[in-house]
């Protein structure tokens, strides 16, 4: 009984430190790309906290633009025939919400 729950115990935090880490590298790879791209354009920031401000601002901003666009998207293209018309407005939306 005991040894259950140690082996239940020991899964699941291996699997909270394995999310841990994998939602960790994507947020470092989103800051680095950033601060490349900054670099590669040129753009000074104050500080690293001001690119982290920054960063955090543009990716919450960046998942309600989304939420939006695809209710509008989903909305506009119901009843919709034909790919490449569906491929259009979609490229459009995806445009201007990003």
């Known amino acids: 009984m005991f040894k259950k729950i140690k082996e239940q115990s020991a899964a699941v935090v291996g699997i909270a430190l394995l999310i841990i880490m994998v939602a960790g590298f994507v947020v470092g790879l989103f800051f680095v790309g950033f601060a490349g791209v900054f670099e590669l354009l ?3 920031y104050e500080s690293i906290w001001s690119l982290t401000v920054f960063v955090v601002s543009f990716f919450i901003l960046g ?4 939420l939006f666009s695809k209710a509008i998207f989903k ?5 919709l025939k034909g790919n490449i018309k569906v491929f259009a407005i979609r490229i459009g939306f995806e445009s201007i919400s990003n």
Do not use: D, K, S
């Open 63 to 66: 998942m309600i633009a989304e």
């Open 42 to 44: 040129g753009v000074q």
């Open 75 to 79: 909305l506009t293209v119901r009843n």
